[in-house]
């Protein structure tokens, strides 16, 4: 973590793991020749927050350590980047030490993070649903921008830490907030973890050493995905991934899914809102042969093409503002006899998923192309040959459609009555038949 020479930016609120952090690196400055500068974060929540900072800055001037305070109004940038103070303090750190290593060119920032903090984060993800990856831990040392995070007491708990600053006769201070329950990680900290110390001493060591095998697993899974989609890849674009379905078919269940999480993850630039449910809708494109299309979350779709499986974005998005040619026509003047043209709307292929062919006849008011309203329906047909009502909204659901598109996808209706879900469905009772005189013809450009 540290070489001869390093500037290191060190990230110090005043309470006991951040003087234990400062305390130890100055010990080692004269040995590696280290540049220490501090930087200290007022969050602007706690009336006190002045005198950390105040306790901060006599501690720096008595170690001889230059320090930076820096204030943030944690409570108006959580409303304006719409996430919990939680999230928002912990960005703004980490943005003012990457500007401060900036700064002062320092290769590496240190953090105070320990034991204890390691087993409530791994049981905060375990809690919130987490994949393996989030199951590893904190990670001792990672890449941030042009630096390297750095956590030199990873591996200490709060006992021995305070056990070091008492034997230094060393003070700090105690963060208010930190013995509330307001946020989760208090109260993993506050009731969970010393529960389970109770019923297994050693229990959070136990922890973090679960996370170390699980990170060596993590690594080696890697590795086989990497493998995987070596072998599967067929193209990759900024905004669409072909794999080749039966080669991805025949590796564990672990390794694909994995490999469909990073190829989602990859069309749409990042992992928000993206798990194991759009997982399992890829999955399911996979294991049922046939062309189908489905809408997964973000703008993000998938097709079975054949032998393949398409992840995209962008290109064929659903939008409010796609447009819908309507044309009528003559069963008689069309090319192709109405056997053949009913056998090919039934195919749903390719050629069609944009373009439908209904029953004008059938039709029975002005059609219109809009967005969902309450009430849509369609007009579905059972084995025996009767007409039944099917909300458009109990459809959307049954095939997944995530919640946040279904007001973008455009609707063909006719008063309630939905003839076409573009890129769905049309309603059988608008179906062809050996009787159709007349033929509306629906076309999205």
């Known amino acids: 973590m540290v070489a001869n020479g390093d500037g290191i930016v060190v990230g110090v609120s005043g309470g006991a793991d951040s003087v234990c952090l400062l305390f130890l690196l100055c010990g080692l400055r004269e040995k590696y020749n280290l540049q ?11 009336a006190e927050a002045g005198e950390d900072a105040a306790f901060v800055e006599r501690l720096c001037d008595a170690w001889q350590v230059p320090c930076d305070i820096v204030h943030f109004d944690i409570p108006a940038l959580a409303a304006e980047w719409k996430m919990s103070e939680e999230e928002a303090g912990r960005k703004a750190r980490y943005e ?6 900036s700064k002062y060119d320092c290769g590496k920032i240190a953090v105070a993070h320990n034991v204890n903090d390691e087993a409530e984060t ?43 600053l008492r034997g ?12 509330e329950d307001k946020y989760a990680r208090n109260r993993i900290r506050h009731n969970i973890l010393p529960e389970a110390e109770s019923v297994a001493p050693g229990a959070v060591k136990h922890i973090c050493e679960v996370a170390d095998k699980l990170a060596e697993t993590e690594e080696f899974l890697e590795k086989l995905e990497a493998e995987c989609l070596a072998d599967c890849s067929i193209s990759e674009k900024d905004n669409e991934i072909v794999l080749d379905a039966k080669k991805l078919s025949a590796f564990h269940s672990v390794i694909k899914k994995r490999a469909v999480l990073t190829c989602l993850k990859n069309v749409c630039g990042g992992g928000k809102d993206i798990g194991s449910l759009q997982v399992e809708q890829v999955m399911d494109l996979l294991d049922r042969e046939g062309n189908r299309e489905i809408n997964l979350a973000r703008g993000i779709s998938a097709r079975r093409s054949y032998d393949n499986v398409v992840i995209f974005t962008g290109r064929d998005a659903f939008a409010p503002e796609s447009t819908i040619d309507i044309s009528c026509i ?9 056997e053949q043209l009913m056998e090919s709307v039934a195919a749903d292929n390719e ?27 369609f007009m579905l047909q059972n084995a025996d040959g009767e007409y039944h009502r099917k909300s458009l909204k109990d459809y959307m659901i049954d095939m997944k459609i995530p919640a946040e598109e279904r007001d973008n996808i455009p609707v063909v209706a006719c008063d309630s009555h939905c003839v076409w879900l573009v890129g769905y469905r049309i309603s059988d009772y608008c179906k062809l038949t050996l009787n159709t005189k007349r033929i509306v013809k629906l076309e999205r450009k």
């Open 330 to 338: 003559s069963a008689d003047e069309i090319d192709t006899d109405i």
């Open 351 to 377: 050629l069609n998923r944009y373009t439908k062919w209904l029953d004008y006849d059938r039709i029975d008011g002005q059609l219109e192309v809009r967005t969902r309203k309450t009430g849509d329906f």
């Open 36 to 46: 220490l500068h501090v930087v200290h974060i007022n969050h602007g929540i706690r």
């Open 168 to 179: 230094n006769g060393i003070d700090w201070v105690t963060d208010k907030t930190n013995l």
């Open 122 to 164: 791994i049981l905060f993800h375990m809690f919130r649903g987490s994949g393996l990856h989030g199951l590893t831990g904190i990670p001792a040392v990672r890449k941030h921008k042009d630096a390297l995070i750095i956590r030199p007491i990873l591996c200490l708990g709060r006992d021995e830490i305070e056990e070091v």
């Open 96 to 101: 003012a030490f990457s500007e401060a290593a």
